[in-house]
């Protein structure tokens, strides 16, 4: 190997490149920026103010933070359901203000001073919220003037109660603790604001009222239309702001005690901009209490900051300003190329290096020849890609097809033809279970079974998480093959987890380990992945020991053994290392051998390409799929072996006339059944010499 | 300065002269299968040139010229030392033949046995026009003779040049150089229209000294020979298509040399005159069979495409023969008589079809 060569192997393992892409899969990579954001106000205002992380000025910045964000919080809300509400600054201060009055003029009990508060800003919320949600005004407007009423109606209270609230006192140390107190090291109102938000996180991602609102947000046609009460979900979240907003404004009454002019005034822009800064979209349905509280944090350090700084009143708004309208510009441009950069880097391959290819000339044993000439075709044209095929007790043929039926070709001639079952998705890998039953990998679906009165169970859709992987892989993506250990577990292939079933080309670009092999125990009912990291793992078939199988790892042009039990149990050793063109499903043929598909031949242009991953992500960018270099998948052979290894015997069809494409193939009765999963036809050929009482599912479960 | 680092940004983002972006067949290229369609086919394995002598087809293969002797078979006619580069009749003076060791000789007319000599150190003659004072060559390359066309493409290569003989002194002498692989001549008026295939265009050169001038530019393929139209105008063959995959590769510097150095040269991603064979071939996503069929629209190497050029050397019609067509790598044609004969050297056939239909899309 060259010294570029050994280089760029260490580059691909050095730098995992795919993580990139699938981090940026992820919801939650929508906080990246506003939290860089944050990061970037620390380490400034950090740095410009002396003793900016001292205790005194974080116990401070935290009390008020406790407030503003309870206000956020509110205002995330309704802009998560798709309105806004302008009229939080109003509502604050009217919570401020009643509080004060109840508490002080009036000498109520705490509990129903706090109840009565709370309803009180529930009920602006309800009136903003039958007027946006049921009669259909615009949120802007609306609530632009329910802030202009409730700071008047706070207005009139003032001028009523003020002087009296200057001059009484609360005698209530539960009152003062709400606004001064500690709890588990905290003050009081961040740790209230903290459950709110943990409470908030865990409606809007985990409920279903939560899911309402989102959905609301994100389309209100289509919720109205799926049946979403969306004229309810819209006032609701009007009632919870109006709520939320008393609810700050009465802890800022318990901290300061006093009522003045100015309460509360501005505050809208500002929770706005934290809002938004936080990520939530202006447009609805994109949002949460992380973002809200991430949004809070930023904007009460700038706010803090500047008036620490010395800078003028009028600078300070002017900053707010411009925060607001770069993080509407922000939010805006990364909804929009959020998936053109995901689509960008989410292909990566790595660096796959193969040996060179045997010859398939000369006295190598793949050496070309015509033996799959003389195959007979059966159901020409009237199956859509029969990926496997096989066969019953009573020489009945089954085959998966494009639209997901499991179709039967009925003996003795096969001119006839039912759908024996409907699974959808793409049936790919089958073997019969000791009950008959049939099993089929599906594409797309998962691991399925069809009884002998042709109903259709889901075995398992889903394995194990793993620990340390960045996408989900517990749910099963393209199931391939399958094959049934002696005691009925089930092993199958998962070819890749990063693609579905139609994208296999771009899995064929990356050639990186995406596939693995997981293990379906039918007696506790348990799905557990056994082996991970494989390249396009394909086909799988149980060796006669009891102890293992082989599998075939398309990309990688090998075949392999695994023993699940025995003294060798997790091992895995190699059969055939190096193939001259991509392996699909194995098979056991009638000796105790094996019948190998070799569904296309390597080409020295794709080999070459393996070495060069940036020529193949560049590729993936620039042009267009059908014109990708992909492997030459037009030709290939039926290969037999043994267990060592050993090549014993290839078929081949040259010139592709009678089958372009071989994914699989299945021995019964001294005939070869040949499948291939963009053909439409099976091919059938009689085998020399071969045992004409042998069965697949005799091999297996010794019945006749 | 300011060059390389607006190049290495069209790297980045794949724009400018880094992208990749290849010409749909369209209006008058419109994909038809006229050439599998046509109903006269004479065999002839590595035909290359092809021009009408005396009313009747001759074709050159190899070191061997064949003439459609009955008009059902080809038969050997003359036989030559060297490869045969390019054919054109003279009238009724007979045909030149230039062959790749240099000579030009006259054969089969009144000026039988007459010869000249392609000016020295010129190795890739590619096509040839004729005048009654003069003999216009082309020659491909400077470093890499005529069947190594698919190096010099990979090389990105301009080195090719145009050359006028005189008939009386047999002096040569050079017209323009610097060019992409000129292959295809055409006489027309005081000046010389030829092909530049790596840069997929017409261009005419005044002869009366001057720079050439783009006639028609951005092809879908890469333009070869032309041949004169009987009622004016001209054929020009395309004897290659460009596609998204070779038009990467070609801006991808590091596979390519890798690809020229470790990869047998039928099995490069270069166009060819005829693809598909081997399994060895690089494969395209949109080539892969379904239910058995290899889709016409299929990206590929190779195809047929014969183009009928206006007098001013615009294209008005075409005959195609499409990813699943059996007519490929057409390198030459000639007409006589209403008919067109086209040598589709990939599949190793010579095809007539009617010049003209009369019906929408003619070629007239």
């Known amino acids: 190997m060259s010294v570029s060569d050994t280089l760029m192997r260490w580059r691909y393992r050095a730098v995992p490149d795919h993580l990139l892409g699938e981090i940026l899969t992820k919801r939650w990579i929508d906080n990246a920026i506003p939290v860089l954001i944050l990061m970037a106000v620390v380490t400034v205002f950090g740095s410009a103010i002396p003793d900016f992380f001292g205790a005194s000025s974080l116990a401070n910045l935290l009390r008020q933070w406790g407030e503003f964000s309870l206000l956020v919080l509110a205002l995330m809300i309704v802009m998560v359901a798709g309105g806004i509400d302008l009229s939080v600054g109003s509502t604050f201060a009217l919570g401020n203000i009643v509080a004060l009055t109840l508490m002080s003029v009036a000498e109520w009990t705490m509990p129903a001073a706090i109840a009565a508060t709370i309803a009180c800003g529930a009920a602006v919320g309800l009136v903003n919220g039958i007027l946006v949600g049921y009669l259909r005004l615009r949120a802007f407007l609306t609530t632009l003037v329910t802030l202009i009423i409730v700071r008047a109606i706070v207005d009139m209270l003032l001028l009523k109660y003020s002087v009296a609230i200057a001059g009484g006192f609360i005698d209530s140390d539960a009152w003062y603790y709400l606004g001064e107190g500690f709890l588990l090291g905290m003050p009081f109102s961040v740790f209230m604001t903290l459950v709110i938000a943990a409470i908030l996180h865990l409606v809007l991602s985990r409920t279903r009222a939560g899911w309402h609102i989102l959905a609301t947000g994100g389309s209100r046609r289509s919720s109205h239309n799926v049946g979403i009460p969306v004229r309810r979900v819209v006032c609701i979240t009007y009632v919870v702001s109006g709520a939320l907003c008393a609810l700050a404004g009465l802890l800022f009454a318990s901290r300061l005690g006093g009522a003045g002019a100015d309460t509360g005034i501005g505050l809208e822009i500002t929770a706005l901009t934290a809002a938004v800064l936080g990520g939530n979209s202006l447009g609805g349905g994109r949002g949460s209490a992380v973002k809200a509280l991430i949004g809070a944090i930023t904007v009460m350090i700038m706010v803090n900051s500047m008036v620490r700084l010395g800078v003028s009143s009028g600078a300070n708004s002017l900053l707010l300003g411009l925060v607001l309208l770069a993080a509407v510009a922000i939010d805006v441009r990364w909804l929009k190329n959020r998936h053109k950069l ?9 660096f796959a290096p193969l040996p060179p290819a045997p010859a398939t000339e000369g ?29 019953d007790d009573d020489d009945h043929i089954y085959a998966g097809n494009r639209t997901g039926d499991i179709v039967r070709f009925l003996a003795p001639d096969y001119k006839e033809q039912e759908i024996y079952a409907h699974i959808g998705g793409r049936p790919l890998g089958m073997a019969f279970a000791p009950d008959g039953a049939l099993l089929v990998c599906v594409g797309g679906m998962g691991l399925y079974r069809v009884t002998k009165d042709r109903e259709v169970e889901k075995l398992t859709d889903e394995t194990n998480r793993s620990l340390f992987t960045i996408i989900d892989d517990s749910r099963l993506r393209l199931a391939d093959d399958l094959d049934v250990a002696p005691d009925g577990r089930i092993y ?3 070819a890749t987890v990063r693609y579905d079933m139609h994208e296999w080309p771009v899995d064929s670009l990356e050639a990186r380990g995406n596939g693995r092999i997981i293990c379906y125990d039918p007696n506790t009912n348990t799905t557990q992945t056994i082996l991970k990291n494989l390249v396009f793992p394909n086909g799988i078939c149980m060796t006669h020991d009891g102890q293992s199988f082989l599998f075939a790892e398309t990309w990688a042009c090998r075949v392999s053994r695994y023993y699940f039990a025995g003294p060798k149990k997790g091992k895995v050793e190699p059969v055939i290392p190096n193939l001259p063109g991509y392996p699909d499903n194995i098979n056991r043929a009638s000796d105790g051998t094996f019948w190998l598909a070799l569904v296309g031949m390597r080409t020295p242009s794709v080999d070459l390409s393996m070495r060069m991953p940036g020529f193949r992500k560049r590729m993936a960018r620039r042009i267009a799929p059908d014109e990708w270099l992909y492997p030459n998948i037009n030709t290939g052979c039926v290969v037999r072996f043994d267990e060592t290894g050993q090549i014993l015997d290839v078929m081949w069809d040259l010139g592709g006339e009678n089958h372009p494409m071989i994914t699989s193939m299945r021995e019964h009765k001294g005939h070869l059944y040949i499948g291939g999963i963009s053909n439409n036809r099976i091919g059938r050929l009689k085998l020399d010499g071969a045992d004409t009482g042998w069965t697949g599912p005799k091999s297996y479960w010794g019945r006749t | 300065m300011i060059g390389a680092v607006l190049r290495a940004i069209d790297n980045l983002t794949g724009r400018g002269d880094a992208a990749v972006t290849v010409p749909a067949l369209d209006g008058a290229l419109r994909p038809n299968r006229r050439l599998d369609e046509a109903r006269t086919r004479w065999p002839l394995p590595g035909v290359d040139a092809i021009a009408v002598l005396f009313g009747s087809p ?21 036989k030559f030392d060297g490869r045969i580069a390019c054919i054109a009749a003279i009238g009724d003076e007979g045909l030149a033949v230039v062959l790749e060791t240099g000579d030009i000789l006259i054969e089969g007319g009144s000026s039988e046995g007459r010869s000249y000599r392609v000016p020295e150190g010129l190795r890739c003659i590619t096509a040839i026009a004729t005048s009654p004072t003069a003999i216009f060559l082309a020659n491909g390359s400077a470093t890499n003779p005529a069947p190594d066309w698919q190096l010099d493409l990979m090389q990105r290569n301009a080195s090719g040049s145009l050359w006028r003989i005189d008939r009386d002194s047999g002096k040569g002498r050079r017209l323009a150089d610097g060019l992409a692989w000129p ?27 001057g720079e050439p001038v783009a006639v028609h530019s951005d092809l879908p393929g890469y333009p070869g020979r032309l041949a004169p139209a009987e009622d004016g105008g001209a054929w020009l063959a395309i004897f290659a298509p460009r596609s998204q995959l070779v038009e990467f590769v070609l801006r991808e510097r590091a596979y390519k040399t890798r690809m020229i150095a470790e990869v047998p040269r039928p099995f490069w991603i270069a166009p060819s005159l005829r693809s598909g064979r081997s399994f060895y071939e690089p494969l395209q996503g949109g080539s892969v069979k379904q239910l058995g069929l290899l889709k016409p629209w299929a990206p590929a190497l190779s195809a047929g495409l014969c183009v009928r050029l206006d007098r001013g050397f615009q294209p008005t019609a075409s005959l195609h023969s499409r990813a699943d067509g059996d007519t490929h790598g057409v390198t030459d044609m000639a007409e006589h008589q209403g008919r067109v ?3 589709a050297s990939g599949d190793g056939v010579v095809v007539a079809c009617d010049a003209g239909t009369g019906e929408e899309g003619s070629l007239r």
């Open chain 1, 342 to 350: 995901l689509s960008n880097v989410y292909v990566s391959p790595t």
């Open chain 1, 363 to 391: 006295d190598s044993p793949y050496a070309l020849n015509d033996k799959l000439r003389p195959v007979e075709l059966i159901g020409l044209g009237a199956i859509d890609g029969p990926e496997d095929v096989i066969l």
């Open chain 1, 492 to 494: 199958f292939s998962e």
């Open chain 2, 58 to 78: 001759v074709a050159s293969a190899g070191t061997t010229l064949y003439r459609l002797a009955d008009g059902t078979a080809w038969q050997p006619w003359r």
């Open chain 2, 183 to 209: 292959a295809g001549l055409a006489l027309d008026g005081n000046s010389l229209v030829f092909s530049e295939a790596w840069k997929h265009r017409l261009a005419r050169l005044p002869l009366t000294g």
């Open chain 2, 341 to 343: 004969f086209i040598a």
